[in-house]
C-alpha cells in the first residue's frame, strides 16, 4: 500500500505540495490525476525518493523508498521514456539495470518478450526508438525484480491501439494478483476504462478519492427507453410522478432504468431498450478542477 501523509513540497515562493494525503490500496488500479502544475510529478518524485519534501511523508508499505530493504523488488517506476544512453541497445540497457540489482539475465529476454519488443528491435540503438518502444522498454526496466508495487507517469504516452491493450490487459492482471498500481495521466477516457480508484488533485491539494464508477455515476444523464408502446410507457411514468418525454419509439426520462424497468413490466409494457448516458470522468474531472475549486 502506498500512503502520503501531510505531504508539503516548497520550491523558494512556489508550493508544489501543499497537504496531500491519500491512501493506494493493493488489489486495486489507482489513477493520480490534475491538471498541469497540480502537483503529481512532484509527489511521485517525492514517494520515490528523488525529492526531498518539505514536511509530511510518502511511503510504500510503511516505508520511505530509500528504506525499503530491495527496493527493486518492491516497487517498479516509469517517471518518464528518456532515460538511456541513446547508442546502448534495449537489451544491454536492461541487461545493465539487471546487473546493478543482481536480476538474472536471464530475466532480461523475458521481459523484452514480455512487452512485445521482438529480437531485432532489442538489439537496435534505444535512439532509433518510436516512443512507444521506449515505454514498452520502461515497463520492461520497472518488472526486472518482479515488484509488488507500479508507479507509471503517463506510460500509455505514445502506444499505439495494440500496446494500450496489452498496457491495460497487463495492469488489470497485476493488480488482481494483489499488487499495488498507481498511475498518474492526463488521457481521462483511457483512466476511466482502466482505473478502480482515482485521486485528483489541483494546485497542490487532495480535491478527490474515490471509486471511478461513484464519481462518475454523479455526472451520469437521462435514461433512454426504446419501446413499441413509449406514449403508455410516459403515461406510466407520469402516473407514479414521473417525468418523460417520448419521441416516436423512444423515451428520456431523469427517472433511474430499474425504476423504469419496474413501472414498464407492472404495465406489462414491452421494452426493446433501457440504457443510462454513462457519466463521463472528464466531466467530473473538470468540475473539480475548475477555478472554484479548493485553492
Not at 520492461?140 to 498496457?167: F, H, K
Not at 476511466?192 to 491539494?205: N, P
Not at 468540475?287 to 485553492?295: D, F, K, N, V, Y
Amino acid at each position: 500500500m502506498i500512503e502520503v501523509e501531510g505531504l508539503r513540497k516548497r520550491y523558494r515562493k512556489a508550493t508544489a505540495v501543499d497537504g496531500l494525503s491519500f491512501r493506494v490500496p493493493a488489489g486495486r488500479i489507482t489513477g493520480f490525476l490534475g491538471p498541469n502544475g497540480a502537483g503529481k510529478t512532484t509527489t511521485l518524485r517525492i514517494l520515490l525518493g528523488l525529492v526531498h519534501p518539505t514536511a509530511g511523508t510518502a511511503t510504500i508499505d510503511g516505508k520511505r523508498y530509500r528504506d525499503l530493504a530491495d527496493p527493486i523488488r518492491r516497487v517498479g517506476a516509469v517517471l518518464e521514456a528518456s532515460n538511456y544512453h541513446r547508442k546502448r541497445s534495449g537489451r544491454n540497457h536492461l541487461r545493465v539495470l539487471a546487473t546493478a540489482a543482481g536480476v538474472p539475465e536471464q530475466r532480461v529476454d523475458e521481459l523484452l518478450n514480455f512487452v512485445g519488443l521482438e529480437r531485432s528491435a532489442s538489439r537496435r540503438a534505444v535512439g532509433g526508438y518510436s516512443l512507444g518502444m521506449r515505454q514498452r522498454l520502461s515497463v520492461a526496466g520497472a518488472l526486472l525484480g518482479d515488484p509488488e508495487v507500479l508507479v507509471l507517469d503517463e506510460p500509455a504516452n505514445g502506444l499505439d491501439p495494440e500496446g494500450i491493450r496489452w498496457l491495460r490487459d497487463f495492469l488489470r492482471a497485476f493488480a488482481d494478483q494483489g499488487k499495488t498500481v498507481f498511475i498518474s495521466s492526463h488521457v481521462l477516457a483511457e483512466m476511466q476504462q482502466l482505473a478502480d480508484d482515482v485521486v485528483i488533485v489541483h494546485r497542490g491539494k487532495l480535491v478527490a478519492q474515490e471509486a471511478v464508477a461513484d464519481l462518475t455515476a454523479r455526472t451520469a444523464g437521462a435514461t433512454r427507453v426504446r419501446s413499441p408502446d413509449a406514449q403508455r410507457l410516459v403515461t406510466a411514468l407520469e402516473a407514479a410522478g414521473i417525468g418523460a418525454t417520448a419521441d416516436g419509439t423512444k423515451v428520456s426520462t431523469a427517472a433511474a432504468p430499474e425504476q423504469v424497468g419496474e413501472i414498464a413490466a407492472g404495465a406489462g409494457i414491452v421494452l426493446h431498450e433501457l440504457t443510462v448516458d454513462a457519466g463521463a470522468l472528464e466531466e467530473a474531472f473538470l468540475e473539480l478542477t475548475s477555478s472554484g475549486a479548493p485553492s
